[in-house]
C-alpha cells in the first residue's frame, strides 16, 4: 500500500477545498442557514410538534443530511472528475498508483469533507433552534457511514461522467428529488396510507430517519432498518467501484 500517495490525493483535495472555501463550505452553511430561518423560525412556529419535537427542532436533522448527502455525491463526482476534464489524471494514471490508493485519497478527502460541513451546520443550527442530541455515537456513526456512502457514489458518477451534463443530471434529477421526498421537512407518518407505504421505497427515509433518531430517539423506521439500509448502499457502491476497476477503468478517461 503506497501510503504516500494516497496522502499526496487527499491533501491535494483538502487544498482545494480551503482554496474555494466560499464555494465548498460557505455556500452550503448559509443555503442551509436560510432553511432554519424560513421554515424553522418563520414557518415552524405556526406548525405543531411532531413526535414531541418541535418543528424547528424536527427538521434539524434532515437539513444536515440534505446537505451531506448533495455535497458528498458533488464532492466525490468532482474530485476525480476534474483530473479527466483537465487531462491531469494521465500524470496519475502514469505513476506508481493503484486503483484502489487513488479511491482511498479521493473518497476520503470527499468524506472528510461533508463530515466537516455536517459538523459546521449542526453548530450554525444552535444559532438559530435550540435541540440536543440522544446518542451522540450513533449521530457519529449515520454522519460518517452517509458521507463515505455517497461519497463513493460520487466517485462512481465522476467515473462514468463524460461531461458536465452527465455530471449533474443525477445529483439534480435523482438525489436532490429523493432528498426532499425522504422527510428532511416532515415525517412520513403524516403521509396518507397508500403515499407513507410508498415513501418506504425511499432509500433516503431511512438515512434522514436513523440521524433523526440519534438526536431526539424518535423515526419513521428502525433504527437497525435505517443501518442496515445505509451499510447495504455502502456495499452496493463498493462491488460497483470493484467492478469498475475489474474492468479496467483506465478506459474511462
Avoid at 458536465?164 to 445529483?171: A, D, N
Amino acid at each position: 500500500m503506497n501510503l504516500y500517495a494516497v496522502k499526496a490525493i487527499y491533501r491535494f483535495e483538502m487544498a482545494r477545498t480551503f482554496r474555494t472555501v466560499v464555494q465548498s463550505i460557505a455556500a452550503p452553511v448559509l443555503t442551509t442557514s436560510l432553511y432554519f430561518i424560513v421554515f424553522g423560525a418563520a414557518i415552524g412556529r405556526r406548525m405543531a410538534a411532531i413526535d414531541g419535537v418541535t418543528y424547528a427542532a424536527f427538521i434539524v436533522p434532515g437539513l444536515i443530511m440534505l446537505s451531506i448527502l448533495t455535497e458528498s455525491v458533488s464532492n466525490g463526482s468532482f474530485g476525480i472528475y476534474m483530473p479527466k476534464w483537465s487531462g491531469t489524471i494521465y500524470e496519475m494514471l502514469s505513476a506508481p498508483v493503484s486503483a484502489l490508493e487513488v479511491l482511498m485519497g479521493y473518497v476520503g478527502a470527499a468524506a472528510s469533507k461533508s463530515i466537516m460541513l455536517g459538523v459546521i451546520i449542526m453548530a450554525t443550527a444552535r444559532l438559530f433552534v435550540p435541540y440536543s442530541i440522544a446518542h451522540p455515537i450513533w449521530a457519529v456513526a449515520f454522519l460518517v457511514l452517509t458521507s463515505l456512502s455517497f461519497s463513493l457514489f460520487g466517485f462512481i458518477l465522476g467515473v462514468w461522467a463524460d461531461g458536465f451534463e452527465k455530471l449533474q443530471i443525477v445529483p439534480l434529477m435523482v438525489i436532490m428529488p429523493l432528498t426532499y421526498l425522504g422527510g428532511s421537512f416532515y415525517s412520513i407518518s403524516m403521509l396518507p396510507g397508500v403515499w407513507a407505504r410508498i415513501a418506504l421505497f425511499n432509500p433516503v427515509v431511512y438515512l434522514v430517519s436513523g440521524f433523526r433518531w440519534s438526536f431526539y430517539g424518535v423515526s419513521d423506521v428502525g433504527v437497525g432498518a435505517s443501518l442496515g439500509m445505509t451499510l447495504v448502499f455502502m456495499l452496493i457502491c463498493l462491488t460497483a467501484v470493484w467492478q469498475i476497476f475489474r474492468t479496467g477503468w483506465r478506459l474511462k478517461t
